[in-house]
């Protein structure tokens, strides 16, 4: 079955930065689109970043242009996100998903403080 195991969450400072990733399996990875999105306690879950099956397009969140940047390796069933200038609202759970077929991961939690 599909599976998407997201890492590189914890604690930071703001201003700091942190790079999460999420491997896939049990499916043909490099055909999907994937995406990043995260939940703050009490807050709806947002779309943050995503990216298009061959990584030659990719859209974020006002909130994090400028900041965050989503990859992926197809080789390594990966997707990456790189987030810089990290700041306090930035903390929450992020998750990673197949947008097409539905899938989430577990869940990385990101706390950004001081």
């Known amino acids: 079955q599909v599976q998407l195991v997201e890492s590189g969450g914890g604690l930071v400072q703001p201003g700091g930065s942190l790079t999460l990733s999420c491997a896939a399996s049990?499916?043909?990875?490099?055909?999907?689109?994937m995406a990043w999105h995260r939940q703050a306690p009490g807050n709806k879950r947002e779309l943050v970043a995503i990216i298009t099956s061959t990584g030659g397009s990719t859209n974020y969140a006002d909130s994090v242009k400028g900041r965050f940047t989503i990859s992926r390796d197809n080789a390594k069933n990966t997707v990456y996100l790189q987030m810089n200038s990290l700041k306090p609202e930035d903390t929450a759970v992020y998750y990673c998903n197949i947008p097409d077929r539905g899938f989430w991961g577990q869940g990385t939690q990101v706390t950004v403080s001081s």
């Open positions: 049990g499916m043909i990875f490099r055909i999907n689109r």
